[in-house]
């Protein structure tokens, strides 16, 4: 996959294409267009099927594919160190994506300890109970870590590698993956309360979260869950007990909406999780400001101009 225009990666990777909305944020998709370019286009097949045309224009079918393998092991031949958007056009954790497809995704990036792996999803639930597998200790069921070390070796054997040893390899390596980056998508209070809540309770190496299309005001410090209980995302103070510390976010990525109806995003909007970010140490990148068409949009205001980034985390040992 070819550089990508997204400021906060350098490439994306899309192991699988294919979605349905989710919510609000979903309304304008990019990639549900890009994805029926493609189709039209002729020239990449596995993006056959996946979208319709309707009135408002196209939609996903809800349609899921596993890219050809030469898309899935793409970050193997890149030695240089380098940070990937994962599935860009799709999500990793869709309700319809089996657990079989993800463990050879998170097969790949366990065997590439030079690149760092951006994974953003709107189904945090999902994400959730799949990282946080255990196995049930009896034996019959494996770990997702066993799982994923399973798809390795088949991935090396298809190779003429030796599968044995890359599967111990992923096998005897840290849990969650130190170079994998899980996030979830929050375009407005509603959309936090709901998806912040699983992201911090999913083992991650570095949690961050994309607001973009911000379509609303968000207080990360004041999420609901429930008719009542509090969750400090940027503090990591749970609830009303002080002291009562917990995960917190390392990143929030924050853009306005562009393209063909693009939505309006308030100034303050913006203004505020970025002063949020500053008051708690956590990272801030101001993506965009949005607007129809990306060549006029309006540019970033000098001070909302911050582009930062958590600490580089390493890859598998």
């Known amino acids: ?23 609000p944020g979903c309304t304008n998709c990019y990639a549900m267009k890009m994805a029926r370019r493609f189709e039209r286009m002729g020239t990449v097949a596995h993006y056959a099927g996946l979208t319709k045309e309707t009135k408002a224009g196209a939609v996903w079918t809800g349609k899921m594919v596993q890219a050809p393998e030469h898309v899935l092991l793409e970050p193997l031949r890149r030695r240089k160190p380098t940070t990937w958007f994962v599935n860009s056009m799709s999500d990793l954790f869709h309700d319809d994506v089996p657990d079989a497809w993800i463990d050879r995704v998170f097969a790949v990036m366990a065997l590439c300890p030079q690149h ?11 994400m959730r109970e799949y990282v946080s597998e255990h196995g049930d200790g009896s034996g019959k069921t494996m770990s997702v870590l066993e799982r994923i070390s399973e798809a390795g070796a088949a991935l090396a054997d298809a190779a003429g590698r030796d599968g044995d040893a890359t599967g111990d390899r992923i ?13 979830v998508s929050a375009e407005d209070q509603r959309r936090a309360d709901e998806r912040i809540p699983d992201l911090l309770a999913t083992p991650a190496a570095i949690r961050f979260v994309s607001a973009e299309p911000l379509l609303g005001p968000i207080d990360f410090d004041m999420l609901r869950v429930g008719d009542a209980w509090m969750i400090g995302a940027l503090t990591g103070i749970y609830g009303a007990l002080p002291g009562n510390r917990g995960e917190k976010l390392d990143l929030i990525i924050v853009g306005g909406e562009s393209g063909s109806g693009a939505r309006h995003m308030e100034d303050a909007w913006a203004e505020s999780i970025q002063a949020q970010c500053a008051a708690s140490g956590t990272a801030f990148f101001m993506k965009q400001m949005g607007g129809p068409v990306k060549a006029r949009m309006r540019p970033i205001p000098e001070h909302l101009m911050v582009r930062e980034m958590p600490t580089q985390c390493g890859g598998l040992l």
Do not use: H, Y
Not at 171 to 183: I, Q, R, T, Y
């Open 116 to 126: 760092t792996f951006q994974v953003l999803t709107k189904r945090a639930a999902r």
């Open 1 to 23: 996959m070819a550089d990508t225009a997204i400021e906060w990666t350098e490439r994306s990777w899309n192991p699988i294409v294919g979605c349905s909305l989710d919510s």
């Open 171 to 183: 096998l005897d390596g840290a849990w969650p993956l130190p170079n994998v980056w899980l996030g």
